[in-house]
């Protein structure tokens, strides 16, 4: 750990959070100090601390839930014992906390324990950027499952580029690109047949598929939300596309095990032309806004933004 790390003192005995106040500054570190609970909250939030070091008449389970649970702290926490006590390091486990140690802090005990703290932070980031990771990696195969072979959906990170040179296009040639944002309506799905979910999917894709041309771009930006780019259509062509997907899902058979699952869809839509000056995300937005305003209207509803 940096000699510039923060670390956040908890401990409401004067002489003693004085004497360890000198001690840590003394050492280069940045230090800010709370003595009970409530100011530990408030630092934690404010400061963001790379180790807690408490006193153990401060640290109980409430505080050690808040921090890891509540406030997300990757960093160690570390409770402070009196003299003599049994087992630090259990006890300091049942309070939440990562470790703890006996008091006198002696110099070689504390760089010990910061040694051991910054092992424990970047163990804990490392596990964060796993599980973020993991989660990423879980949604792409969830859309990838999601789509038939030949249905022709793109990725969103390649289709965010598309779109990109695609709105570009638009506006050095001076043709008109619409956006229609689709999403499924609340729908359930009676118990143990979860996997239907997968088929009616599928059955969405192949409305949209079949509603649109080949130059147009669909694309799954969410489990129940597809986004198809129309180059070369004005708004009012968007808005007969999208008709045309509504109609065919509501039409569609989505079978859910004996029975068949009505399912509707509402639809937001967006256009670019000659007198309209949009961005990317303006686009996306503004079809954003249309789907929330049909969505407020009950669903199974088409709602274009101009």
Do not use: W
Not at 70 to 84: E, H, L, S, W
């Amino acid at each position: 750990m940096a000699n510039d790390a923060r670390i956040l003192l908890i401990e409401p005995q004067k002489t003693a959070r004085e004497n360890l106040f000198e001690t840590l500054e003394a050492l280069g570190y940045d230090v800010a100090v709370a003595t009970d609970r409530e100011e530990a909250a408030d630092q934690v939030d404010a400061f963001a601390p790379e180790l807690v070091l408490s006193s153990h008449s401060v640290m109980d389970a409430d505080l050690g839930n808040y921090l890891r649970e509540v406030a997300d702290v990757p960093a160690a926490v570390v409770v402070m014992f009196p003299r003599g006590t049994k087992n630090p390091d259990r006890l300091a486990a049942d309070l939440g906390a990562d470790g703890g140690f006996c008091r006198p802090v002696s110099r070689d005990n504390f760089m010990l324990v910061l040694r051991l703290s910054e092992a424990i932070a970047e163990a804990r980031e490392d596990a964060s950027a796993l599980r973020c990771r993991a989660h990423e990696l879980g949604e792409r195969l969830e859309r990838l499952g999601d789509v038939r072979p030949g249905q022709r959906f793109y990725h969103y990170e390649f289709f965010k580029h598309l779109l990109l040179v695609e709105i570009r296009r638009a506006k050095r040639y001076k043709y008109p690109v619409s956006v229609c944002l689709v999403e499924l309506d609340p729908y359930r799905l009676p118990p143990g047949q979860l996997m239907a979910r997968r088929e009616i999917r599928a059955g969405v894709a192949r409305a949209v598929s079949e509603s649109i041309r080949d130059i147009d771009i669909p694309v799954y930006v969410g489990g129940e939300r597809i986004l198809i780019v129309l180059p070369h259509t004005p708004q009012d062509g968007a808005n007969k596309v999208a008709n045309r997907v509504a109609r065919l899902i509501r039409e569609g058979m989505h079978p859910v095990g004996d029975d068949v699952q009505s399912i509707t869809a509402s639809i937001g839509v967006s256009g670019l032309d000659q007198n309209r000056r949009l961005s990317f995300s303006q686009l996306i937005r503004d079809a954003q806004k249309a789907l929330e305003s049909a969505r407020e209207k009950g669903g199974d509803c088409i709602v274009s933004r101009t």
